[in-house]
């Protein structure tokens, strides 16, 4: 099975700030990296898909990036309905396997 | 506009069975496979496998074989999921998502979730 190891598992920040989060596969996936967005009692919403293709109606400032076993998440100007948690997610092949998460909370 | 439409929330003591249920809209049912992934309380997500929703065949995540079912009411554009035999650690949300392999597999939109109690 493919491990993804997501870092941070949370992080501080303000409104406007920029943030990172990371991802790493124990094996290439060949750029089929998802990302999710939860928020609390909500179920997951899809940000990202191949690495970096955004989802239809996702805003601009969330980009992906990454090949091989890294890949990142990357959300400029942090707006107040950013802050959830994150989560990524192996495409390649099942079993499919997320990585264990991120909460984004506001600093 | 597309839609996963699950049932109410479970309360069930230990031995039992459940059955939720995911009702779709908006799209072509048969179109698209069906998955099952599970969120306990405070936790991250797990998928637990999917149902070709053309064929009826379903695929389980080892962890996720033998007292899991999933299952098709095609002519209802509903999917189901059947825990029997159920144990305190099955006590969690369970989200069916619509799934998509074009060429990655990925799920593009999700139910709200059905949360399921176990306790005596």
């Known amino acids: 099975d493919i491990q993804m190891t997501q870092s941070p598992t949370s992080l501080a920040a303000s409104v406007g700030e920029s943030v990172t989060i990371t991802c790493l596969a124990s094996?290439?996936?060949?750029?089929?990296l998802v990302w999710y967005q939860q928020k609390p009692g909500k179920s997951p919403q899809l940000l990202i898909y191949g690495a970096t293709i955004l989802e239809d109606g996702i805003p601009s400032r969330f980009s992906g990036s990454g090949s091989d076993t890294q890949y990142s998440l990357k959300i400029n100007s942090l707006q107040p309905e950013d802050f959830a948690s994150y989560y990524c997610q192996n495409g390649l092949s099942t079993p499919l396997t997320f990585g264990s998460g991120t909460k984004l909370e506001i600093k | 506009q597309i839609q996963l439409v699950q049932s109410g929330p479970e309360l069930k003591k230990p031995g039992e069975s459940v059955k939720i249920s995911c009702k779709a809209s908006g799209y072509t049912f048969t179109d698209y496979a069906m998955h099952w992934v599970k969120q306990a309380p405070g936790k991250g997500l797990k998928w637990m496998g999917w149902?070709?929703?053309?064929?009826?065949?379903?695929t389980y995540a080892d962890d996720f074989k033998g007292r899991f079912v999933f299952s098709l009411e095609a002519s209802a554009s509903t999917a189901n999921l059947q825990i029997s035999n159920l144990k305190n650690e099955d006590t969690a949300t369970y989200f069916c998502a619509r799934g998509q392999l074009n060429p990655y597999w990925y799920f593009d939109f999700w139910g709200p979730g059905t949360m399921v109690t176990v306790s005596s």
């Open positions: 149902i070709n929703t053309y064929t009826g065949k379903p």
């Open positions: 094996e290439d996936i060949y750029g089929s």
